[in-house]
């Protein structure tokens, strides 16, 4: 420090007695800070500390103890009277509810509290606030808990899918490449959730962003309805169902020619329970006949949608296009974003 600064600060000092300076370092620091006598009694409290919990002077407070303000004074009470059975510093983790009704988590280092003589009398308390830190730790440990879950959920789908593309002694490359469309389809769900934190997706990107993943030409597409925003599971199964139905149009239906269209329309019937009315169409390919018996990709459809949309699934196979037609219950109507 140069000659300059300590003029500063010794006239600082000239102009505040000591007292009065050790009153602006107690009120200005953004710790909570008190001291209590032997009796447990407040006997002084800083301004930090008087403002999260509603005090409006320091009189409010000195004289009162733990018992007196929350009721009672466990862990608080004890805390201190270990300081005193002890002897010694020691450090708590604690918590207590503000004047606004919030728990408010701190470590709190505690100190037995002496006079010029050495003869003690009471507890000294600086404590920090690391409400926002438990806060944190506990959104971490949801976080982790949550993606365990996904990870858990993701594997079994991808085994399901894994045994239904290479079942029945089919192709291999056949079913390796049915394989790989349905992951590639699982991963655009994952990316679109992934953009808006897994908190659901609407149905509309869903839908483009699993027929683009098809390779559907935008010309021979028609997405049409109102906004309407899936839950992450639903989201994934719906993605899911679509890639099969546009997989299906690409083997056997309007995909398999330069002709064919595919609509995509949904709308939400109002009633006591509003329900989802949604409608694949296929125009324009190949004339169309019944299966002589239901494939991997329309079993899928039909599961999945009923399991996660409660949902009832109907399938037209006329000869002038397959449609698809789900209807499901869903919650109170939206608002559009």
């Known amino acids: 420090?140069?000659?300059?600064e300590e003029r500063a600060g010794a006239a600082v000092l000239g102009r505040m007695t000591e007292e009065a300076l050790l009153r602006?370092?107690?009120?200005?620091?953004?710790?909570?800070?008190?001291?209590?006598?032997?009796?447990?009694?407040?006997?002084?409290?800083?301004r930090h500390y008087l403002d999260a919990f509603g005090i409006a002077r320091p009189a409010d407070l000195i004289g009162l103890t733990d018992?007196?303000?929350?009721?009672?004074?466990?862990?608080?009470?004890?805390?201190?009277?270990?300081?005193?059975?002890?002897?010694?510093?020691?450090?708590?983790?604690?918590?207590?509810?503000?004047?606004?009704?919030?728990?408010r988590h701190a470590i709190s280092t505690k100190f037995p509290l002496r006079d010029d003589e050495g003869t003690l009398i009471g507890v000294g308390s600086i404590s920090t606030d690391i409400t926002e830190r438990k806060r944190a730790e506990r959104h971490r440990v949801l976080l982790v808990d949550e993606l365990n879950h996904r990870v858990k959920n993701t594997l079994?789908?991808?085994?399901?899918?894994?045994?239904?593309s290479f079942a029945y002694g089919g192709d291999p490359r056949a079913g390796l490449v049915a394989f790989e469309g349905r992951l590639r389809a699982l991963a655009a769900s994952h990316d679109v959730l992934t953009r808006r934190n897994w908190d659901g997706a609407p149905l509309a990107v869903l839908a483009r962003e699993a027929l683009a993943g098809c390779a559907v030409e935008p010309e021979r597409l028609r997405l049409d309805g109102p906004y309407l925003r899936l839950e992450p599971k639903q989201a994934v199964n719906v993605t899911m169902a679509l890639h099969e139905l546009c997989t299906n149009a690409r083997k056997h239906g309007a995909l398999s020619s330069d002709e064919g269209c595919i609509a995509l329309v949904w709308r939400i019937e109002d009633g006591v329970q509003p329900r989802l009315v949604l409608d694949w169409l296929e125009t324009g390919?190949?004339?169309?006949?019944?299966?002589?018996?239901?494939?991997?990709?329309?079993?899928?459809?039909?599961?999945?949608?009923?399991?996660?949309?409660?949902?009832?699934?109907?399938?037209?196979?006329?000869?002038?296009?397959f449609a698809c037609r789900v209807e499901a219950p869903v919650p109170a109507a939206e608002p559009t974003p």
């Open 1 to 4: 420090m140069d000659d300059e």
């Open 67 to 103: 018992r007196d303000r929350f009721g009672g004074g466990e862990p608080y009470s004890a805390n201190d009277l270990r300081i005193l059975q002890e002897n010694r510093p020691m450090t708590f983790e604690e918590e207590a509810v503000t004047a606004g009704g919030e728990v």
């Open 156 to 164: 079994a789908l991808v085994q399901s899918l894994a045994r239904q």
């Open 24 to 46: 602006a370092f107690f009120d200005n620091s953004t710790s909570y800070a008190f001291a209590k006598d032997l009796e447990g009694r407040y006997i002084l409290a800083n």
């Open 285 to 321: 390919g190949p004339a169309v006949a019944p299966p002589e018996r239901q494939g991997f990709g329309l079993r899928m459809i039909e599961g999945v949608l009923r399991n996660e949309l409660k949902a009832t699934v109907r399938f037209d196979f006329a000869p002038e296009g």
